[in-house]
């Protein structure tokens, strides 16, 4: 700092005008009040909710804007080197609780609220969820960056600024999901900045003509411009000044309408160009792992050009807006590297690397081999599945079609690849090529891979397969050195203290250390371990799942107006409607129950251990077997809810319309929760370790980060089944070519289809597809799997009523989750990856 850095006029004046954070009641109440007088122009006697919620919003924003340009400021200024999070998707939920958590002011605004006459719960809850992803690899996107801001690291994200987000989730009277919009800016969004003086150009399809100068050096010209135009926003860090930025780009046309149409006599050609160029950022794609329908054989192809655009507009802004910034800072541009690290989140963004190369040779006039150099030490490649059918490809006609430019690049990355692989003797070159089929087709997973520094998988075992499976030829190729896992990690902040308060003030009262120490230090958790022995401690831990239970039921009942029992185990599943993830296994395992209970006499139930099952999730809208699912689970809750048999002991709901904010109501209410997808093929999940965190045990597969999860809290802490990863290979040829029939393999599952087969939960035959992937090729292994979860359900049971020792379980598993802060996860790309460090941000001003 230096008088220099001031702008201009009296220090003094600036100084005394300058807003700071640590606010009293009283200044709240006044900033809310004046937002509800000026930005919302509202009078305080009509004054709803959603108005409180605006006026309280708007005032919090305040806060955040401080000490977000103080961080900007100070990064300016210092000049370190800076990592980007490139990510199509950031499911960042709701925002007001958590800003005022990590600014320290919930207690304030909570108060301040109250005396305006609000309740501030209520207040919360006017707020929409920023739903703009479609799961685990969204979600991890947003926990990342609210890890970055807590550790001081100058971390930025880069995205879209979707105007519909991942769509609403409605459920027919047949019990079939139906899908509507997202409008979530609709009633405005107090938390991004438009940043209209920040825009790019965006060139699609026109021509790349080659220069003959020797140089490699092409000139893209023609096509269409899009404009990029930023919107900001901003992201604080837990207990501290530092708060970073998420950068989400609109499309628009760069004019209004095209003039010369209009002036042709031509309006609504006029007014279509318009829509165009607004469509590229309109909607979030809603596709769950399938470029490909997983049965194989049917190909969803929908809106596949404009995926393509979405991914280059995107990559493209971004990269035009960081290599400014570094040009801002005067570096030379051999420089970048040491300034810069991209992370690419999956291969979405993989674009990056062509037109960082054709920006390179293109514009700054490097040579190919001195670009090069520049690309592989900047990126960083996460791969989120092995799945086969998940793993994009983008056919060369498209490419060459929408970005002539890049194409010619992709194929002298390519070229150059096979050059190097022969001088080093590789075996099977064909292997590595990414450009390969018929119609050829880009492997985006092989490009992102050749063009990165390093890339890592997302658990353990994920990672492992990455490199024994995917791209087991570049490890061949490039060594293994280059391949690492990150394990996934979850922010303690949202999940913990935000969703569940009242563990958190047991647990800080019980450490006896500040909140602020162990939510930053999460394997602090660990002091709690020998609270499992003291009686009172686990009756209060006990009395607060208890409350998170009827804070649960009582959210059901308001909004669906279903009446829950909560003296019974909660067991919960909530994620994408996926095959692989295998609802189906759980919703079979229910109905066998069901049976079983029909037949047991009054003593027998007298006995049972009663279960309420949740399920939530939204299935791809294409995806037609995992629509079944949903509606078969529906349709067996209407039977068993109404069965007077076996209502008190069994109870299924499938909550519609699963989202962050949903999900922040169930995990704290959950005894046991599910996490059973067919090993291999889960890369790490990320539920898994909230519903420990919050004392929910685990019943799962050995698969992703489970395992991991279990090295922690100790195998007999976690109910564990099936069948491991090295054994699906060999089930599946065997379901092929020796197939044993499901009566004779499995009895009781034979039973349990037959039953749904018979019409006992309705449908007329609806369900025959859905049955038959079991019957037929059973590819996720359902029938290999039943009996060994069926019996793991009923060592459950038995552990569940010995309630004091289930309580102990519960304890040691929320003490044992240290490993899973994603602040642990981000310093490692810190630290192994983006070599980046942390820079401290002053408080109050500039
Ligand atoms: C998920 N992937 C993994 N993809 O399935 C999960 O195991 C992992 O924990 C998580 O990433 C974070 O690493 C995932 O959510 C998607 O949603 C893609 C969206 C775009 C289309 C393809 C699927």
Request: charged share 25%.
């Amino acid at each position: 700092s230096g008088k220099d850095q001031w702008p201009r006029g009296d220090e003094g004046v600036w100084r005394d005008g300058m807003r700071t954070v640590d606010k009293d009641v009283q200044a709240v109440t006044r900033s809310i009040v004046g937002h509800v007088q000026t930005s919302l122009a509202r009078q305080a006697y009509n004054l709803d909710n959603l108005g409180a919620y605006q006026a309280a919003a708007l005032s919090a924003r305040d806060d955040l804007l401080v000490n977000w340009n103080t961080t900007q400021l100070t990064f300016t200024r210092k000049q370190p080197k800076r990592a980007y999070y490139l990510s199509l998707e950031f499911l960042m939920g709701r925002t007001l609780d958590n800003a005022l958590l990590n600014l320290g002011l919930k207690d304030k605004f909570t108060d301040g609220v109250q005396k305006l006459g609000f309740n501030m719960e209520d207040v919360i809850e006017q707020e929409r969820d920023a739903a703009l992803g479609n799961g685990g690899l969204g979600r991890l996107a947003a926990c990342y960056l609210d890890s970055s801001a807590s550790q001081e690291l100058p971390v930025w994200g880069y995205g879209l600024r979707y105007k519909y987000g991942i769509f609403q989730q409605l459920i027919s009277p047949q019990g079939e999901q139906l899908e509507a919009p997202d409008p979530w800016l609709d009633n405005q969004n107090p938390w991004e900045l438009p940043r209209l003086d920040v825009t790019y150009d965006i060139r699609f399809y026109g021509r790349a003509d080659r220069l003959d100068d020797g140089t490699g050096r092409a000139v893209w010209h023609g096509g269409q411009e899009v404009l990029a135009v930023a919107y900001d926003v901003m992201i604080p860090g837990y207990d501290t000044a530092s708060t970073n930025n998420l950068r989400l780009w609109e499309s628009k046309p760069q004019r209004g309408f095209d003039l010369n149409s209009f002036n042709a006599g031509n309006y609504e050609g006029a007014v279509e160009a318009s829509n165009s160029a607004s469509a590229i950022t309109s909607v979030l794609y809603p596709n769950d792992h399938t470029t490909c329908a997983p049965n194989r054989s049917i190909p969803i192809h929908f809106g596949k050009e404009l995926r393509l655009k979405q991914q280059y507009f995107w990559t493209a802004a971004s990269l035009a807006d960081i290599m400014r910034r570094f040009k801002n800072a005067g570096k030379n541009i051999r420089e970048f590297p040491d300034f810069v690290a991209i992370q690419l989140n999956d291969t979405h963004p993989t674009l990056a690397i062509p037109e960082l190369m054709r920006i390179l040779i293109d514009d700054e006039d490097l040579t190919w081999d001195q670009a090069w150099t520049i690309v592989t030490n900047t990126f960083f490649y996460t791969n989120h599945t092995v799945l086969p059918e998940a793993l994009e490809k983008w056919p060369v006609p498209l490419i060459e079609n929408v970005l002539p430019r890049h194409m010619q690049i992709i194929y002298d990355i390519s070229m150059n690849g096979q050059v190097l692989l022969a001088s080093n003797h590789v075996s099977d070159i064909q292997l590595t090529a990414f450009v390969e089929g018929q119609p050829k087709q880009v492997r985006m997973a092989h490009l992102a891979c050749i063009g990165s520094r390093k890339v890592n998988g997302v658990a353990e075992l994920h990672s492992e397969l990455v490199q024994t499976t995917i791209l087991k030829d570049f490890v061949e190729f490039e060594g293994v050195s280059k391949f690492g896992n990150v394990t996934n990690g979850i922010t303690p902040r949202r999940w913990l203290d935000q969703c569940n308060p009242e563990l958190s003030a047991l647990i800080t009262k019980t450490l006896k250390i500040e909140k602020s120490v162990w939510l930053k230090d999460l394997t602090k958790l660990e002091g709690l371990l020998p609270f499992a022995e003291d009686k009172a401690f686990r009756a209060q831990w006990s009395a607060i799942k208890q409350r998170n239970k009827e804070r649960l039921a009582h959210h059901v009942q308001t909004t669906l107006g279903l009446i829950i029992r909560t003296d019974a185990m909660f067991d919960v599943q909530i994620k994408r409607i996926h095959e692989y993830k295998r609802q189906t296994l759980n919703i079979l395992g229910v109905i066998h129950r069901y049976f079983a209970l029909k037949k047991m006499t009054p003593e027998e139930k007298k006995k049972v251990n009663r279960r309420v099952v949740f399920f939530a999730g939204k299935a791809a809208p294409a995806y037609y077997i995992a629509k079944l699912t949903i509606r078969l689970i529906v349709n067996v809750a209407r039977v068993i809810n109404a069965d007077p048999d076996t209502k008190e002991y069994l109870q299924l709901y499938f909550l519609p319309d699963y989202s962050v904010s949903l999900a922040e109501v169930l995990i704290p209410a959950s005894d046991i929760s599910q996490h059973i997808s067919t090993a291999g093929t889960e890369a790490s999940g990320t539920s898994n370790m909230k519903f420990c965190l919050n004392g929910g045990l685990l019943l799962g597969t050995v698969d992703g980060a489970n395992i991991e999860i279990a090295e922690e809290v100790g195998e007999n802490n976690v109910f564990f089944f099936g069948h491991l990863t090295p054994a699906v290979e060999d089930l599946r040829y065997q379901h092929l070519y020796h197939p044993v029939p499901i009566e004779e393999k499995c009895p009781p599952l034979a039973f349990v289809l037959n039953q749904i087969s018979a019409g006992v939960f309705g449908g007329d035959g609806v369900y025959e597809p859905l049955l038959n992937t079991i019957r037929q090729s059973d590819y996720y292994l359902i029938t290999d799997d039943f009996d060994s979860y069926i019996a793991t359900l009923e060592m459950v049971d038995e552990a569940y009523l010995d309630k004091e020792e289930w309580i102990k379980k519960s304890i040691r598993t929320t003490a044992k989750m240290g490993k899973f802060s994603s602040d642990r996860a981000i310093n490692e790309y810190a630290e192994s990856y983006w070599n980046i460090e942390p820079v401290s941000i002053p408080t109050g001003g500039l």
